[in-house]
């Protein structure tokens, strides 16, 4: 990756749907050698997906958790029956498998207490291997997004 490259993923980061013309503009190379970096960049899977950010507010899922799940075992066939069931739920915008207190880090969405309610018997109460899960409720989204700092 050049320094071409990295003002192209730059760019990209923060304005996904723009043009090859409006990327060539930002980065000093010509439309068509835009296209083609990126084609090349999509295809090598430096550029993973391309995803629109939506308020959740505005689509009936106004209640962000942060979720810290322990399991009982961390057989491999555990974490991937867990890694599994979070990959498959709807409510689920990020999973983490991390080092630390806690095994997992589940950030999700719910319409409301009630749905999130509904969520931890399904996952969490209703599997025999979690051994517990620590909730704290997003009250204000500061920052979000997915842009990477891409050094020069």
Same mark, same amino acid.
């Given at each position: 990756?050049?320094?071409?490259?990295?003002?192209?993923?730059?760019?990209?980061?923060?304005?996904a749907?723009?043009?090859?013309?409006?990327?060539?503009?930002?980065?000093?190379?010509?439309?068509?050698?835009?296209?083609?970096?990126?084609?090349?960049?999509?295809?090598?899977?430096?550029?993973e997906?391309?995803?629109?950010?939506?308020?959740?507010?505005?689509? !009936?899922?106004?209640?962000?958790?942060?979720?810290?799940?322990?399991?009982?075992?961390e057989?491999?066939?555990?974490?991937?029956?867990?890694?599994?069931?979070?990959?498959?739920?709807?409510?689920?915008?990020?999973?983490?498998?991390?080092? !630390?207190?806690?095994?997992?880090?589940?950030?999700?969405?719910?319409?409301?207490?009630?749905?999130y309610?509904a969520?931890?018997?399904?996952?969490?109460?209703?599997?025999?291997?979690?051994?517990?899960?620590?909730?704290?409720?997003?009250?204000?989204?500061?920052?979000?997004?997915?842009?990477?700092?891409?050094?020069?």
């Amino acid at each position: 990756m050049d320094d071409f490259d990295a003002r192209l993923l730059e760019a990209l980061q923060h304005n996904a749907r723009a043009t090859a013309e409006a990327l060539s503009a930002q980065v000093g190379l010509s439309p068509d050698a835009c296209r083609k970096r990126l084609a090349r960049l999509r295809a090598s899977g430096v550029i993973e997906a391309e995803i629109a950010i939506l308020d959740p507010a505005q689509v !009936g899922r106004g209640l962000t958790l942060i979720v810290e799940v322990t399991l009982q075992n961390e057989r491999k066939r555990d974490l991937d029956h867990f890694k599994s069931a979070m990959r498959a739920a709807p409510e689920v915008m990020q999973c983490y498998y991390v080092t !630390g207190n806690s095994d997992f880090v589940v950030i999700l969405s719910a319409r409301d207490m009630a749905d999130y309610e509904a969520f931890t018997y399904r996952h969490f109460f209703a599997e025999d291997n979690v051994l517990r899960f620590r909730t704290s409720a997003v009250m204000d989204r500061v920052k979000t997004g997915f842009a990477l700092p891409l050094a020069r």
